[in-house]
């Protein structure tokens, strides 16, 4: 990803934040909100599309109750266990959500979940809990908390493992390409090897027989030479016997 890429999708990030604090405020009024928190990208077309407009004249921001913080020393009502946290997670209520309700720290909370080998719990269906939110109490307005880093992060390894694997993929078949190539180019070379083998000695045969019809040629000569001197001879024995 080039450096103008990532910016770009920090800036994404940012307003689609931004997105969400604001619909947060109009969850009161905004009809089949659940569903529409749940796609980034209808959230982004109902923010630039207009039509939040028509929701944020009439909203009334209320404050909310403030999260109780437990400290160290307040005993927890409730005992966290991996089903209670499955069931939230399947809910759709995020980690700071848990933490705040049962009393917990990030790092307790953190070693708790590796021992009960629930980091990177994944909701029914294959989705995170990156998207949940809580609200929490800011100058007596109501925000967005949204936990999307987890999920990012998650996204991000399985694309990363997936070009792993398309780049394994690919470098096996450029290998096979290349030996296949080599193969190819040695039985060429080979074929022209032959052929010039070949080529060289259908040219000593040519010569050859160049050379035979030549000797040919001289041995006929030399016979009809040979048959006149014989016929001279016997010619001149005649003329003798007279």
Same mark, same amino acid.
């Given at each position: 990803?080039?450096?103008?890429?990532?910016?770009?999708?920090?800036?994404?990030?940012?307003?689609?934040?931004?997105?969400?604090?604001?619909?947060?405020?109009?969850?009161?009024? #905004?009809?089949?909100?659940?569903?529409?928190?749940?796609? !980034?990208?209808?959230?982004? *077309?109902?923010? @630039? &599309? /207009?039509?939040? +407009?028509?929701?944020?004249?009439?909203?009334?921001?209320?404050?909310?109750?403030?999260?109780?913080?437990?400290?160290?020393?307040?005993?927890?009502?409730?005992?966290?266990?991996?089903?209670?946290?499955?069931?939230?997670?399947?809910?759709?209520?995020?980690?700071?959500?848990?933490?705040?309700?049962?009393?917990?720290? #990030?790092?307790?909370?953190?070693?708790?979940?590796?021992? !009960?080998?629930?980091?990177? *719990?994944?909701? @029914? &269906? /294959?989705?995170? +809990?990156?998207?949940?939110?809580?609200?929490?109490?800011k100058e007596g307005v109501?925000?967005v908390v949204a936990t999307?880093?987890?999920?990012?992060?998650?996204?991000?390894?399985?694309?990363?493992?997936?070009?792993?694997?398309?780049?394994?993929?690919?470098?096996?078949?450029?290998?096979?390409?290349?030996?296949?190539?080599?193969?190819?180019?040695?039985?060429?070379?080979?074929?022209?090897?032959?052929?010039?083998?070949?080529?060289?000695?259908?040219?000593?045969?040519?010569?050859?027989?160049?050379?035979?019809?030549?000797?040919?040629?001289?041995?006929?000569?030399?016979?009809?030479?040979?048959?006149?001197?014989?016929?001279?001879?016997?010619?001149?024995?005649?003329?003798?016997?007279?």
């Amino acid at each position: 990803m080039t450096p103008a890429e990532k910016r770009k999708q920090k800036e994404e990030r940012a307003k689609l934040k931004s997105y969400r604090n604001r619909l947060m405020a109009l969850k009161d009024i #905004v009809p089949n909100i659940n569903e529409l928190w749940q796609d !980034n990208q209808k959230i982004v *077309q109902f923010f @630039e &599309g /207009g039509e939040v +407009a028509k929701y944020e004249g009439k909203a009334i921001i209320k404050p909310t109750k403030p999260i109780d913080k437990v400290g160290k020393d307040k005993e927890i009502q409730t005992k966290l266990t991996p089903e209670i946290y499955k069931e939230r997670k399947a809910q759709g209520i995020n980690d700071r959500a848990i933490m705040a309700e049962f009393g917990l720290y #990030v790092n307790k909370f953190t070693a708790w979940k590796k021992e !009960n080998g629930l980091m990177g *719990q994944k909701l @029914e &269906g /294959g989705r995170r +809990a990156h998207k949940d939110f809580v609200p929490k109490t800011k100058e007596g307005v109501s925000e967005v908390v949204a936990t999307e880093e987890e999920g990012v992060i998650e996204q991000f390894k399985a694309n990363d493992e997936r070009l792993k694997e398309q780049l394994d993929l690919a470098q096996k078949a450029e290998k096979q390409a290349i030996d296949e190539l080599l193969q190819y180019q040695a039985e060429f070379r080979k074929l022209e090897v032959d052929y010039r083998n070949q080529s060289t000695e259908l040219a000593r045969v040519n010569e050859m027989l160049e050379k035979l019809k030549y000797t040919a040629q001289i041995n006929v000569w030399l016979m009809k030479q040979h048959i006149g001197f014989v016929e001279q001879a016997d010619l001149m024995a005649g003329g003798v016997d007279q």
